[in-house]
């Protein structure tokens, strides 16, 4: 892949260098001194080492064998001392460096100033101006290689290096030699990354390099990923390009074990290349920051930053540093990012299936694709893994010289065992969330992963979760993300990871965990009777219908469970108790006929039970304060509601389909905060509330009851009814008292055969956009319309225009 910049063209990974490092040097200041220290200790380190004295005889022509040794080198350490410029040799060959810097883009500079202060470097003073004046005379006819020479030096002297007193070489070797070390260290655990070079590119076209201002960058995804891989190798291969450069790894934990005042002397450390500094208080290391990166064009990354104290005591602010700098960040929480307001914010993505085969291969047998026999298996394990790098490098590790029998072990072992190595990833940032955002995180890796967002939030609520901040932070720490239509996704292995921390509660034990979900735990715990206040909440979703035997107190000492969630069970004992603490209860095909009777759940919010057996929900008053939402939709043999006297909160009630029942209770006409009232299809009721006092009500539905013949007269509060829904009932006309629906866009009569009269009062209501009356076939009279206003009247004509023959009488009057 070839990256483009300013013009030249480069590779992120140049392929193998015939020297790791070339020295740059005048021989009459260093050659027995420095350089001998310095040569030594980089050939005991095996770093493959240019010294032009050793491998080039002085009688060859310097120029083609001294360029070309230049250009093959990955490094070039650069020694000015007194007498450096007095050489036309050195001063070519630092062109040459420096040329090769600026073209080749993988070929960096180390410079260090023996017994040379740096500003005489840069500003040729002292020794260095007097060697030029000299220079200047010997090449008066050719200035334009002096310019060459001055602006190497210059470029050069600008790039943060050591300055060694003369007396002192021994104690500068090791850090300049460790720098370089590990410097090609990273280097080369870089080679052979799978998919590396597009999200480097990527990150790269945040960086935009080319321009003058102070850029910010952050990189942020789920632990493990590849943040810091793809930060690292835009570090080595881009690094070169600024005159300093630092990279704080791992600033969280480095910040808990070291504290930050340790973080802020390396940094220093790293970009003035000086050993020793030391800080006494972080605010004092904001301050030294502050003033001394403000002078230098400098490349900082800061790796894994979990909080913003960290930031604002390491990088803070765009004017810490010269323009040009650049400063990348990489996290596992985007609110960071933004609240700092980074200029780009990155997100890594998973590895392709093709990507991941590649590098489980790599790690596993050292080639680019597997063996044979190894494919299918290999297929398996990146499918486990969902495109996750850290994940499929530990597998590729483990599986590793394995046989593929027990490849296939370690599959059906993964399926109920998630590898520790893994869990402590993830793990940091569930540690990192307060309670109830765990409790949240939990709720949905057990139970709701990929479900609709408003549903698991409504849910949620009910537990007192505040689950709408508590979601935006999990999503901010890459633990959820929100697909376009608005479902809720953890990645498989972030799922898998958060049931992994409840199944640990209690290892041997599911009656002592706080969430169970495996139809074998709930079974063993229901039938046996084992369970305890633990428990929290139930989720039970079988493929098909079941018989169980649970125990008919199985839910009696299950004092603290508040969530209940079951589908497809058919009970073969009846339940004698519900924990009073429920606040969520939705059971499909309940089998029994009621709820137990001493159930007396103050705290229920919502109550589903939809194709049940249930005839009565309860006897007589029951006083639920917290009951929002009552759905029993298709229970075919309920035959009657219950007093909702003292349920006043209710907000929905829907008893569509069922198609026993005969009577609502009164109660239901004087519900205040009710919204929805939905009795679709009731095919057997016949007798409703008289009137209607609900001043919430905002949809009514009736549609399908075909033995209802009046429907309830309308008070005057009901002003925001929206929607009213009676067509295929046997209803003969309207209440006169429709005037008060004054928020009413929508009634549908259509199909109600008996209807013959419309009351005139349905002609004021102005807010009246659809009004459906096909199939009314004796619909035979309508007052008298002329004050019906004419946008009404146009409505009225599109109506009959489109149900054609429909309602004849009608159209007849109104034309």
Known sequence: MALINDGSTFSLRTGKWVFEVF???????????????????????????????????????????????????????????????????????????????????????????????????????????????????????????????????????????????????????????????????????????????????????????????????????????????????VYDSFSNQFEASSFLHNVRETAEREGLAYLQEQLLSDIFMERNIRISDVDNGVRLIRHRLCNKKVLLVLDDVDCLDQLYKLACKRDWFRPGSRIVITTRDEHLLKTLEVDEIHRPKELSSEEAVRLLSLTCFGSEHPPEGYMEMSNHVVSYAHGLPLAIKFLGSFLDGRSIPAWKSCLERLENNFPTEILQVFQISFDSLQEVEKETFLHIACFFNGEDQDRIVEILDYLELYPKIAISILIDKSLLSVSLDKQLWMHPLVQQMGREIIFRESPKFPWERSRLWLPKDIDLVLTDNMGTKAIQSIVLDLPAQKEVHWHPEAFSKMHCLVLLKIHNVQLQHKLTHFPNGLRFVEWSGYSLKSLPPNFEPKMLVE?????????????????????????????????????????????????????????????????????????????????????????????????????????????????????????????????????????????????????????????????????????????????????????????????????????????????
């Open 23 to 233: 020295l740059n040097f005048r021989g009459e200041d260093t050659r027995h001194s420095f350089l001998r220290l310095l040569y030594d200790a980089l050939v005991e380190k095996q770093i493959s080492t240019f010294r032009d004295d050793k491998v080039l005889e002085r009688g060859k022509p310097i120029p083609s064998e001294l360029l070309k040794a230049i250009e093959e080198s990955r490094f070039s350490v650069v020694i000015f001392s007194k007498n450096y410029a007095t050489s036309s040799w050195c001063l070519d060959e630092l062109a040459k460096i420096v040329e090769c810097r600026q073209k080749m883009k993988g070929h960096t500079i180390f410079p260090v100033f023996y017994d040379v202060e740096p500003t005489e470097v840069r500003k040729q003073k002292g020794s260095f101006g007097e060697a030029f004046a000299k220079h200047e005379e010997v090449f008066k006819e050719n200035l334009e290689r002096v310019k060459r020479w001055r602006d190497a030096l210059t470029e050069v002297a600008n790039i943060s290096g050591w300055v060694i007193p003369k007396g002192q070489e021994s104690e500068y070797i090791e850090p300049i030699v460790e720098k370089i070390f590990k410097t090609l260290s990273s280097i080369k655990l870089n080679e052979g990354l799978v998919g590396i070079d597009s999200r480097v590119w990527e990150v790269y076209s945040c960086l935009k390099i080319g321009l003058t201002d102070v850029h910010m960058i952050g990189i942020y995804g789920t632990g493990g990923i590849g943040k810091t891989t793809i930060a690292r190798v």
């Open 607 to 815: 109550l589903r039970m939809c194709h049940s057996n249930i005839e009565l929900l309860w006897n007589g008053v029951k006083q639920l304060d917290s009951l929002r939402f009552i759905k029993l939709s298709h229970s075919r043999n309920l035959v009657r509601t219950p007093d909702f006297s003292e349920t006043r909160e209710l907000e929905r009630i829907d008893f569509e389909g069922c198609t026993n029942l005969i009577e609502v209770h009164p109660s239901v006409g004087v519900l205040k905060r009710l919204i929805f009232l939905n009795l679709k299809d009731c095919t057997s009721l016949v007798s409703l509330p008289s009137k209607l006092e609900m001043e919430s009500l905002e949809i009514f539905t009736l549609s399908g009851c075909s033995k209802v013949k009046k429907i309830p007269e309308f008070t005057k509060n009901m002003e925001r009814l929206r929607e009213l829904h009676v067509n295929g009932t046997a209803i003969v006309d309207l209440p006169s008292s429709i005037e008060h629906l004054t928020s009413l866009s929508l009634l549908n009569i259509s199909h109600c055969k008996n209807l013959v009269h419309l009351p005139c009062a349905i002609l004021q209501l102005e807010l009246l956009r659809d009004f459906i009356v096909l199939g009314c076939s004796r619909l035979a009279t309508f007052d008298d319309h002329e004050s019906f206003p004419a946008r009404k009247r146009s409505i009225w004509l599109w109506v009959e225009e489109f149900f054609k023959g429909s309602c004849r009488r009608v159209k007849s009057k109104l034309s």
